[in-house]
């Protein structure tokens, strides 16, 4: 089934604040897929790293704040490592989960971690909660 994609009211604005977020520019992205092949969360993901970033060149605004990949994007860097043009994704989901709620929603925050916890932790989920948390 085919889906029609709308864009946002102003999805100028939409694509210019993501950039100011984030410090990346998105329209640096060829689409090469690079980042999505590499991303050890593309299974759980409903739109690959590389199709948020080109629903953002799109001004699909709806479309990817609706994304669920905002939050299975474990703020690895797998993909700014690959990326030929050194787009650091995970400031753009950043940046787009600012959009989506700038007062944020703390189910789970950095303060809650406790010493214990942290040391059972694998660094890597302290690093991805600590990346959503800190707007
Ligand atoms: S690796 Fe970089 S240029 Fe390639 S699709 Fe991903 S973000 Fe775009
Ligand atoms: S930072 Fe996020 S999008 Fe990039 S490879 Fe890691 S999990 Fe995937």
Redo the contacts with the bound molecule.
């Keep these: 089934m085919r889906v029609k994609l709308k864009a946002g009211p102003e999805p100028r604005k939409f694509i210019e604040r993501i950039e100011e977020l984030s410090g990346e520019n998105v329209y640096a992205c060829y689409q090469c897929g690079r ?2 092949a ?5 299974a759980e ?1 409903d739109y690959l ?1 590389n199709q ?1 970033i080109r629903l953002v060149q799109m001004g699909l605004e709806d479309e990817v704040l609706r994304s669920k ?1 905002l939050f ?9 490592s ?1 990326c030929p043009k050194g787009i650091d ?2 400031r753009v ?1 950043e940046a787009v989960r600012y959009v989506l709620d700038p007062k944020g929603r703390d189910a789970f925050g950095p303060n809650e971690i406790s010493p214990e916890l942290a040391q059972e932790l694998p660094q890597q989920v302290l690093v ?1 909660i600590c990346r959503k948390f800190s707007k």
């Design positions: 980042c999505s590499g991303c050890p969360m593309a993901m790293p948020i990949t299975m994007c474990a703020s690895c860097f797998t993909c700014q690959r994704l995970a989901m991805a």
